[in-house]
T-cell receptor, first 112, second 115 residues
């Protein structure tokens, strides 16, 4: 069964610190890996996405690192701010399926 | 540019009833997907439409159905509602084929409560 495993389930970081969220997938050809941020009562908002032919992508304070051989990818939030406190979901799209498989989510809290 | 619009935002229905949810994608987007979000199961794929054709369907019972109109607007219907259908139903749209290196944008969802 196709799965994307996300860790940690929750994360507390001091303001200005680095938040790191990890995801891993198994035995499936995924060809697109987006990350979404969701605030309570809102829909998920696209943060950043990466293709498997790229090892790293940076947009502002957000960086995705992708390790194809290990089937792992991670989100780094640099200089974390209290406004970053939200739930973050990684996702992966199996080739030709027109869908995302989501991780279980990481609830991030950034302390002021 | 307007985002993905879902109506209604909140809905309370009784077991056994049916419900129709609506989604208007971002202007110009032709792909619409639906997801169910619950605390226990997370985000689960329901179905995806492109140019009025359903291209994929998730592992949900036949009570869950959907369609897409020629203007790319989409509806999903749940018949014979069960308590377990209580969830946030999310619609996402993308310019091209969903998942094919194409950014997808979600609406705020419809919160369905079945009592």
């Amino acid at each position: 069964q196709q799965q994307v495993k996300q860790s940690p389930q929750s994360l507390i970081v001091q303001k200005g610190g680095i938040s790191i969220i990890n995801c891993a997938y198994e035995n499936t050809a995924f060809d697109y890996f987006p990350w979404y941020q969701q605030f309570p009562g809102k829909g998920p908002a696209l943060l950043i996405a990466i293709r498997p032919d790229v090892s790293e992508k940076k947009e502002g304070r957000f960086t995705i690192s992708f390790n194809k051989s290990a089937k792992q990818f991670s989100l780094h939030i640099m200089d974390s701010q209290p406004g970053d406190s939200a739930t973050y979901f990684c996702a992966a799209s199996p080739s030709g399926t027109y869908k995302y498989i989501f991780g279980t989510g990481t609830r991030l809290k950034v302390l002021a | 540019k307007a985002g993905v619009t879902q109506t209604p935002r909140y809905l309370i229905k009784t077991r056994g009833q049916q419900v129709t949810l609506s989604c208007s994608p971002i202007s110009g987007h032709r792909s619409v997907s639906w997801y169910q979000q619950t605390p226990g199961q997370g985000l689960q794929f329901l179905f995806e439409y492109f140019s009025e054709t359903q291209r994929n369907k998730g592992n949900f019972p036949g009570r869950f159905s959907g369609r897409q109109f020629s203007n790319s607007r989409s509806e999903m219907n749940v018949s014979t509602l069960e308590l377990g259908d209580s969830a946030l139903y999310l619609c996402a749209s993308s310019l091209g084929l969903f998942g094919a290196y194409t950014e997808a944008f979600f609406g705020q969802g419809t919160r369905l409560t079945v009592v």
